[in-house]
């Protein structure tokens, strides 16, 4: 028992370190704990690619005379070893790991190879490469400058090569476009979903995976999430403008027409005048299909497969953690609905607030599809698998998308709540569509069955942080999950998003101990106005949730700024270690009014094993003034870790 709360221990402290950016320290921690495979993963992540590549060889515990034959896990990891060795420059050990699996003689590196052999192989459709330019590509690979070989291959048109060699330098971009440029537009996607968002051509990546997306005949959720940011804004170009279309039509083909709109009306945005997005919106206003117009699927292109990510993390054991906290997790969505809410508390709202809602529009008759219940089919597409949760305002179902062969979490609201949920839906999708981060929960779309509304969104495994609160959580599992909510949240921050129901029951632990963020549905968007304010709650009701809201939350929701999300913080850490709230009581209007006057009881009077800092950290968030607080989620996870590194 002390052996595997030790390695747990190990485990949180590489996991730790390696979010603090300490690649030494986080690799050591591993392979301490025993976690061969994330001591590499860290290494590579660093390009530390050789010592990488040493350490999965020693994962397999056997020479490489021994490697021919091998299968599954063991050939992945020798193949993913071969990468790291190319990627490091080592090319010779790389072919001979690669032919050491393969059971075969080992191939002499290209420069090695004679200058007829080579020449003879610079070939491309348009016929042979010219002398002088095979000559500068020989001379480039032989002083090893894959990079620049590559760039000139591609200029010369042989892609075949080009790709080839930037595959082995982990360059996503130029690889995905090659690959493109040569019609192998399943690997191009591939490569091209891997450019990172902040890339200096990300936006020309996400135009050309969405032509290959076409090409295929597929968009799944990774293509989904790679594009949205791109899609997010108005188009800059006339190509941007095509892709676009393309993407529209393809959400659309995919039943998301609610999504494939509004991609539509970002390319009205840029250009009124533009004839075919014009006729697709009148076409989708007469509630046509545009999903036709997408060309048919081809069959995909036969290729290699393509190398996995290194082993995951052995099962995430919580250091002191009792019988009942190491339960096997559960497979759920990544919020519970939400209980049937209170009577909301009244609070006067300013003048120009009091007005009426515009009328809703009224909505078609509800179709008599059958209840949902295991084993029936959602809008034609979902196949529902097993019951996940319930609340009263809905139920969340595993489902299987039958179109792109995967699971998801599917929130199907109460017919009598879904007319009064729409508005927070339609929210919480839009938000979705912007913030992409790890941190941060995915959902994909709404759609309608029968009278009742539904969003899909990202099926997780796990549990929410308030489900482990039997006992207070260890301090440094604490710090490891707020650290990480900080991350998802100062994403949302810098996009003038403010989530305004911040609690441990919004905060989800995967197995692995990667934290998603969920519930947008209240949340303060930039540019809202009070009519869209109005939309998410009812006029004079209370915006999120009594006991983790700020002062000036209560005050008036609509001006809060990040300050409120770092005060709601400051009530999760302290209820992590005291299982307690600071502000309790039976009244709600009690609790509200304890915020504003009150000041918090000291956690350690609570607890007090919490050490002072710790005290101080969640004091200061939870200061009345709100420029006393951190400044942003970045400060205070800097101050968190402070904290742990105390700890150690």
């Given at each position: 028992?002390?052996?595997?709360?030790?390695?747990?221990?190990?485990?949180?402290?590489?996991?730790?370190?390696?979010?603090?950016?300490?690649?030494?320290?986080?690799?050591?921690?591993?392979?301490?704990?025993?976690?061969?495979?994330?001591?590499?993963?860290?290494?590579?992540?660093?390009?530390?690619?050789?010592?990488?590549?040493?350490?999965?060889?020693?994962?397999?515990?056997?020479?490489?005379?021994?490697?021919?034959?091998?299968?599954?896990?063991?050939?992945?990891?020798?193949?993913?070893?071969?990468?790291?060795?190319?990627?490091?420059?080592?090319?010779?050990?790389?072919?001979?790991?690669?032919?050491?699996?393969?059971?075969?003689?080992?191939?002499?590196?290209?420069?090695?190879?004679?200058?007829?052999?080579?020449?003879?192989?610079?070939?491309?459709?348009?016929?042979?490469?010219?002398?002088?330019?095979?000559?500068?590509?020989?001379?480039?690979?032989?002083?090893?400058?894959?990079?620049?070989?590559?760039?000139?291959?591609?200029?010369?048109?042989?892609?075949?090569?080009?790709?080839?060699?930037?595959?082995?330098?982990?360059?996503?971009?130029?690889?995905?476009?090659?690959?493109?440029?040569?019609?192998?537009?399943?690997?191009?996607?591939?490569?091209?979903?891997?450019?990172?968002?902040?890339?200096?051509?990300?936006?020309?990546?996400?135009?050309?995976?969405?032509?290959?997306?076409?090409?295929?005949?597929?968009?799944?959720?990774?293509?989904?999430?790679?594009?949205?940011?791109?899609?997010?804004?108005?188009?800059?170009?006339?190509?941007?403008?095509?892709?676009?279309?393309?993407?529209?039509?393809?959400?659309?083909?995919?039943?998301?027409?609610?999504?494939?709109?509004?991609?539509?009306?970002?390319?009205?945005?840029?250009?009124?005048?533009?004839?075919?997005?014009?006729?697709?919106?009148?076409?989708?206003?007469?509630?046509?299909?545009?999903?036709?117009?997408?060309?048919?699927?081809?069959?995909?292109?036969?290729?290699?497969?393509?190398?996995?990510?290194?082993?995951?993390?052995?099962?995430?054991?919580?250091?002191?953690?009792?019988?009942?906290?190491?339960?096997?997790?559960?497979?759920?969505?990544?919020?519970?609905?939400?209980?049937?809410?209170?009577?909301?508390?009244?609070?006067?709202?300013?003048?120009?607030?009091?007005?009426?809602?515009?009328?809703?529009?009224?909505?078609?008759?509800?179709?008599?599809?059958?209840?949902?219940?295991?084993?029936?089919?959602?809008?034609?597409?979902?196949?529902?698998?097993?019951?996940?949760?319930?609340?009263?305002?809905?139920?969340?179902?595993?489902?299987?998308?039958?179109?792109?062969?995967?699971?998801?979490?599917?929130?199907?609201?109460?017919?009598?709540?879904?007319?009064?949920?729409?508005?927070?839906?339609?929210?919480?999708?839009?938000?979705?569509?912007?913030?992409?981060?790890?941190?941060?929960?995915?959902?994909?779309?709404?759609?309608?069955?029968?009278?009742?509304?539904?969003?899909?969104?990202?099926?997780?495994?796990?549990?929410?942080?308030?489900?482990?609160?039997?006992?207070?959580?260890?301090?440094?599992?604490?710090?490891?999950?707020?650290?990480?909510?900080?991350?998802?949240?100062?994403?949302?921050?810098?996009?003038?998003?403010?989530?305004?129901?911040?609690?441990?029951?919004?905060?989800?632990?995967?197995?692995?101990?990667?934290?998603?963020?969920?519930?947008?549905?209240?949340?303060?968007?930039?540019?809202?106005?009070?009519?869209?304010?109005?939309?998410?709650?009812?006029?004079?009701?209370?915006?999120?949730?009594?006991?983790?809201?700020?002062?000036?939350?209560?005050?008036?929701?609509?001006?809060?700024t990040p300050a409120s999300d770092v005060y709601s913080l400051g009530i999760c850490l302290y209820e992590m270690y005291t299982l307690t709230c600071p502000f309790e009581h039976e009244s709600r209007m009690q609790v509200l009014r304890m915020h504003h006057e009150l000041p918090p009881p000291p956690p350690g009077d609570r607890n007090p094993h919490i050490p002072e800092s710790m005290q101080a950290v969640i004091l200061r968030c939870l200061a009345k003034e709100p420029a006393e607080r951190f400044a942003s989620a970045t400060e205070l996870a800097r101050a968190l870790r402070s904290v742990a590194q105390e700890l150690r």
């Amino acid at each position: 028992m002390s052996g595997s709360s030790s390695d747990a221990e190990r485990l949180l402290r590489a996991r730790t370190l390696e979010a603090e950016g300490d690649v030494e320290g986080a690799s050591r921690a591993y392979l301490e704990a025993g976690s061969l495979g994330e001591a590499a993963r860290v290494l590579a992540d660093a390009r530390r690619y050789t010592d990488a590549a040493s350490l999965l060889l020693r994962s397999l515990d056997r020479p490489l005379t021994h490697l021919a034959g091998i299968t599954g896990r063991d050939r992945r990891v020798a193949e993913k070893a071969a990468d790291c060795y190319a990627l490091a420059g080592e090319h010779e050990l790389a072919e001979r790991i690669r032919s050491a699996i393969e059971g075969r003689p080992s191939r002499p590196p290209l420069s090695a190879r004679p200058r007829a052999v080579r020449e003879q192989g610079w070939r491309h459709p348009a016929g042979q490469v010219d002398a002088a330019r095979a000559r500068m590509i020989d001379e480039l690979v032989a002083g090893g400058r894959l990079g620049a070989a590559a760039r000139v291959a591609w200029e010369a048109e042989d892609f075949d090569r080009a790709a080839r060699w930037f595959l082995e330098l982990g360059s996503h971009y130029e690889a995905g476009m090659c690959l493109a440029d040569m019609s192998d537009f399943d690997r191009a996607l591939e490569q091209l979903v891997q450019v990172p968002l902040d890339h200096k051509y990300y936006r020309r990546a996400a135009a050309r995976a969405i032509e290959a997306a076409r090409h295929v005949g597929r968009f799944d959720f990774e293509l989904d999430r790679f594009v949205s940011p791109f899609l997010w804004s108005p188009p800059r170009t006339d190509g941007e403008v095509s892709a676009y279309v393309i993407a529209a039509r393809l959400y659309a083909k995919g039943g998301f027409d609610a999504t494939a709109r509004e991609v539509l009306e970002r390319v009205a945005q840029h250009d009124p005048t533009h004839e075919e997005t014009r006729a697709l919106l009148e076409r989708m206003s007469g509630q046509g299909s545009i999903g036709s117009l997408v060309p048919p699927p081809r069959p995909a292109a036969r290729r290699a497969d393509s190398l996995p990510d290194l082993p995951p993390l052995d099962g995430y054991v919580r250091a002191s953690s009792t019988v009942s906290r190491t339960a096997a997790p559960r497979t759920r969505a990544p919020s519970q609905p939400p209980a049937p809410p209170a009577p909301a508390v009244p609070v006067v709202p300013p003048a120009a607030s009091r007005s009426e809602p515009p009328a809703r529009s009224p909505s078609p008759g509800p179709t008599e599809d059958p209840p949902v219940s295991p084993g029936s089919i959602v809008a034609d597409r979902y196949r529902i698998v097993a019951q996940l949760g319930s609340g009263g305002m809905a139920l969340v179902w595993r489902a299987h998308d039958t179109e792109l062969g995967q699971d998801i979490a599917l929130k199907v609201m109460h017919p009598e709540a879904s007319e009064l949920w729409l508005p927070r839906f339609r929210q919480e999708l839009a938000l979705a569509r912007v913030l992409t981060h790890k941190n941060i929960v995915r959902v994909f779309d709404i759609g309608q069955h029968g009278a009742s509304r539904f969003i899909s969104m990202e099926l997780l495994e796990g549990m929410a942080l308030d489900e482990m609160f039997d006992q207070p959580i260890p301090l440094l599992d604490g710090l490891h999950y707020i650290v990480q909510v900080c991350a998802g949240l100062r994403v949302a921050h810098e996009h003038g998003i403010i989530h305004r129901d911040l609690k441990p029951s919004n905060f989800f632990v995967t197995e692995s101990g990667l934290v998603k963020l969920t519930d947008f549905g209240v949340s303060k968007a930039p540019g809202s106005d009070s009519a869209s304010e109005r939309g998410l709650t009812q006029v004079g009701a209370i915006v999120g949730t009594p006991e983790y809201m700020s002062p000036e939350q209560i005050e008036d929701a609509a001006s809060v700024t990040p300050a409120s999300d770092v005060y709601s913080l400051g009530i999760c850490l302290y209820e992590m270690y005291t299982l307690t709230c600071p502000f309790e009581h039976e009244s709600r209007m009690q609790v509200l009014r304890m915020h504003h006057e009150l000041p918090p009881p000291p956690p350690g009077d609570r607890n007090p094993h919490i050490p002072e800092s710790m005290q101080a950290v969640i004091l200061r968030c939870l200061a009345k003034e709100p420029a006393e607080r951190f400044a942003s989620a970045t400060e205070l996870a800097r101050a968190l870790r402070s904290v742990a590194q105390e700890l150690r």
